[in-house]
């Protein structure tokens, strides 16, 4: 089964709400333990002195590790019938920020895990929070612990209602609420005896009902052009198709510079087979019939399915520079390949990585921080936000020589002159 369907999935959650014990769990049952691991956990909850728990299942992962044996903690898999997961352990709020911001890792779908009997904490609406700065729309709220509350549906709805009002507020539409006790196995595997009103599936079924993004291959060409050269009487544009798919004959746009042409040959790809249609991922050459001044940094499109194009937009960075960030100082900005000098119009919010906790009207970003702001560009450029493509949605930002941030970019400021 060469080609199985691989989808990235973190888990959160306040501390003690069952993270631990769901993941141990979903390994377990779907019997994706290496050998060894349950007689491990027994040892570790032996020298805890406490009865068995999935939760230890991390700790003998983590232990191994130390030994320098095998496993990545930060790379757990399960697998269903269906597909591979990965679960993007997220040991530090900073790393997991910091990794989704830069590309580093990427979560296509969220588990919340709230604990029934504590109730919606201050971290779990951080937690919603984060979901919404990163643009993850798919995810469920687990409401764990529901031995400890008798399995009321009642507490069951209350939560759901008021962690639903919560992260609505914040553009996050969970697609559905889950009742589990994951330390009994209850909603896990088998939807359970125990809460006869609960109508949906347990969790391993409704793991598996994620939806897929469609792969880049399937969005709109976006073909961002790193050279232009010329060769013997042509001029070949020279770049990657970061997304979607083109073809000798098509009508493109370029922008920002809003020409239109049309694209005579397909004058090479990499393994320089001859096609006439090239794909996302390939670096290419093409010829067009309208000799522009084309230049790297442009992009090819097609026309009705063009990028934004603005000189401002709305942003979620991770600042990682040597000094912190500022108001109104020239950075350099890198999307694709583009260059721009630009500035940090405004600072929205800051969040302080590691707790989570927000300042408003910050004037200045710290390292390690992550902040919503609004940035300004020298120049119009190019570009899309980030939960429509993760490619022309991300940039960095380089002061002086150092890449001192990185950002996805998370909406246009208002009216976005957007041609087509
Ligand atoms: P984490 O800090 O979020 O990873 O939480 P853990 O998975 O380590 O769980 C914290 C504690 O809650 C452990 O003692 C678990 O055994 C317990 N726990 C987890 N899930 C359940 C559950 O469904 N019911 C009960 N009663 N306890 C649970």
């Known amino acids: 089964d060469a080609a199985r369907e691989v989808?990235?999935?973190?888990?959160?959650?306040h501390v003690d709400h069952g993270k631990s014990t769901v993941i141990g769990r979903l390994l377990y049952d779907t019997k994706s333990l290496p050998e060894g691991a349950i007689e491990r956990v027994k040892r570790i909850s032996r020298e805890k002195g406490k009865p068995f728990e999935y939760a230890y299942l991390l700790d003998a992962f983590e232990e191994e590790q130390k030994q320098g044996i095998t496993i990545d903690t930060t790379q757990l898999q399960f697998r269903?019938?269906?597909?591979?997961?990965?679960?993007?352990?997220?040991?530090?709020?900073?790393e997991f920020l910091k990794n989704m911001i830069s590309g580093a890792a990427s979560a296509?779908?969220?588990?919340?895990?709230?604990?029934?009997?504590?109730?919606?904490?201050?971290?779990?609406?951080?937690?919603?929070?984060?979901?919404?700065?990163?643009?993850?729309?798919?995810?469920?709220?687990?409401?764990?612990?529901m031995d400890l509350i008798d399995y009321s549906e009642d507490k069951f709805n209350e939560i759901r209602h008021d962690m639903n009002e919560f992260l609505n507020s914040l553009n996050v539409f969970p697609l559905k609420y889950i009742p589990v006790s994951a330390f009994y196995g209850e909603n896990m595997v088998?939807?359970?005896?125990?809460?006869?009103?609960?109508?949906?599936?347990?969790?391993?079924?409704?793991?598996?009902?994620?939806?897929?993004?469609?792969?880049?291959?399937?969005?709109?060409?976006?073909?961002?052009?790193?050279?232009?050269?010329?060769?013997?009487?042509?001029?070949?544009?020279?770049?990657?198709?970061?997304?979607?798919?083109?073809?000798a004959?098509?009508?493109?746009?370029?922008?920002?510079?809003?020409?239109?042409?049309?694209?005579?040959?397909?004058?090479?790809?990499?393994?320089?087979?001859?096609?006439?249609?090239?794909?996302?991922?390939?670096?290419?050459?093409?010829?067009?019939?309208?000799e522009f001044f084309n230049q790297r940094g442009e992009f090819i499109v097609h026309p009705g399915a063009a990028p934004l194009v603005a000189d401002t937009f709305k942003a979620n960075l991770f600042w990682m520079g040597k000094t912190e960030l500022v108001k109104n100082r020239e950075y350099k900005l890198k999307l694709v390949t583009q260059e721009v000098q630009c500035e940090v119009y405004a600072i929205s919010k800051v969040i302080d990585a590691t707790t989570l906790a927000a300042v408003e009207n910050a004037a200045r970003v710290n390292t390690n921080d992550v902040a919503e702001v609004i940035i300004k560009t020298k120049r119009p450029i190019s570009f899309d936000e980030?939960?429509?493509?993760?490619?022309?949605?991300?940039?960095?930002?380089?002061?002086?020589?150092?890449?001192?941030?990185?950002?996805?970019?998370?909406?246009?400021?208002?009216?976005?002159?957007?041609?087509s």
């Open 7 to 13: 989808l990235n999935i973190v888990v959160v959650g």
């Open 80 to 94: 269903t019938a269906k597909r591979d997961y990965v679960i993007i352990d997220a040991p530090g709020h900073k």
């Open 108 to 145: 296509e779908a969220a588990l919340l895990i709230i604990d029934a009997n504590e109730g919606i904490q201050e971290q779990s609406r951080r937690h919603g929070y984060i979901l919404s700065l990163l643009g993850i729309q798919k995810a469920y709220v687990l409401v764990n612990k």
């Open 190 to 247: 088998d939807r359970s005896a125990k809460m006869p009103w609960y109508k949906g599936e347990a969790l391993l079924a409704a793991i598996d009902l994620f939806e897929k993004e469609k792969g880049l291959e399937g969005k709109p060409l976006r073909f961002p052009i790193q050279d232009v050269y010329k060769f013997d009487s042509r001029r070949i544009i020279a770049g990657r198709i970061e997304a979607g798919t083109l073809k």
């Open 249 to 290: 004959g098509d009508t493109v746009l370029i922008t920002p510079s809003n020409k239109t042409t049309r694209v005579k040959t397909i004058e090479y790809w990499a393994d320089r087979d001859k096609t006439d249609t090239v794909y996302a991922g390939m670096s290419v050459g093409i010829t067009v019939e309208d």
């Open 386 to 419: 980030f939960r429509n493509n993760q490619i022309t949605g991300r940039f960095v930002l380089i002061d002086g020589y150092d890449v001192s941030g990185g950002g996805i970019v998370s909406g246009p400021v208002t009216e976005i002159q957007t041609v």
